[in-house]
């Protein structure tokens, strides 16, 4: 059986990492992986995640199995942090999953069961993963326009073109805000479009949140989603703990299955709970419960917010330093567009063949399609990476 077997392509990302690892540069600079790092170059801890954990370790009694879709409490809490008021819990179907990558698994077998001919139009670029796990469902994926890369911004234009030849059934991949890999964002103004578009041509919405609070705020990240969620007959949404916790390695994600019709809603939990039984039964509980103990904790979750907040601020300095430094070192502002991303990411709209050459000769890693991790800079190291990508031409 074993040598049926097929070698599948290495990922790209875990590829590179190993690349930097393996470079004797001291100047060298990790700009490729997506986690957050302080300007030590660690991923903390969080305060409160400490603390939550000290009291789980206090209090808790027992390791056994919670439920299906995990902790109820864990999902009412989400479903408030994401959708506040937006949409009444009783309309919202929900169950834990390992990260916010299980989240979108399940989410795409939900499709696939429901709507087996249902075609799925992703933006162009996307998160690499949305690609991988939809081509080996065998769903069908349809890009629409999304990124520009003369402005660095959003091809809106573009983008409702493409996504006009949605048919009735087809779902719509978005993404909830901090868009990965290209840091570039719709307005509210677009994303009423994108509703209007999704109602009118009677498409389902389908939105991953993966970073809530590394853009513009906890709120201000949540509004788009909560628009789409009150908006449209149905939608559903994917959501992950491991970045604006922290927990990476936790697994902590939710899936939302949202409808306008409070009594599809029980019908909606069961299948969220026979999904998750047919892949892992029953969800990871540690990340979950730290994220409802601050949640659900007045003093925890103001420190949370603070720290978050702390984080945020941090990267959009980054960007302003980064944005400042290559137009005073080219004369021009047309890397503008770094300060005004939002989020990890940002994409220099460059060739492969200009990333390759950071690399070879500056020691800079990033993303072959030019995705760099601002959460990789420190102010040390802006102005190294500056000088690279004026000097190699970028």
Known sequence: MFENLKAQPADKILALMQAYREDPRDTKIDLGVGVYKNAEGVTPVM??????????????????????????????????????????????????????TGACRQAFELIQMASPDARVFVSNPTWPNHISILNYLGMETVPYRYFDSETRGVDFDGMIEDLKTAKAGDVVLLHGCCHNPTGANLNLVQWQEVVDLINAQNLVAMVDIAYQGFGDGLEEDAQAVRLVASSVKECLIAASCSKNFGVYRERTGLLMAVSNDSSQTALNQATLAFLNRQNYSFPPDHGARIVTTILNDDALRADWMAELEDVRISMLGLRQQ???????????????????????????????????????????YMVGDSRMNIAGLNA?????????????GV
């Not at 060739?351 to 390759?356: H, I, N, R």
């Not at 040390?380 to 190699?392: E, R």
Request: no cysteine.
């Open 47 to 100: 305060r409160a995640v400490k603390a939550a954990e000290q009291q789980i370790w206090e209090e808790q009694e027992s390791k056994s199995y919670v439920g299906l879709v995990g902790d109820p409490a864990y999902s009412d809490a989400m479903i408030k942090l994401i959708l506040g008021d937006s949409v009444a819990r009783e309309n919202v179907g929900a169950a834990a999953t390992p990260g916010g």
């Open 322 to 364: 980064l944005a400042d430094e290559l137009q005073r070192l080219t004369g021009s502002d047309r890397f503008g567009f770094i300060a005004q991303h939002r989020g990890m990411f940002s994409r220099l709209g460059t060739t492969p063949e200009l990333v390759e050459k950071l690399r070879a000769e500056h020691a800079i």
């Open 380 to 392: 040390q190291t802006v102005p190294i990476l500056a000088k690279a990508i004026v000097d190699a």
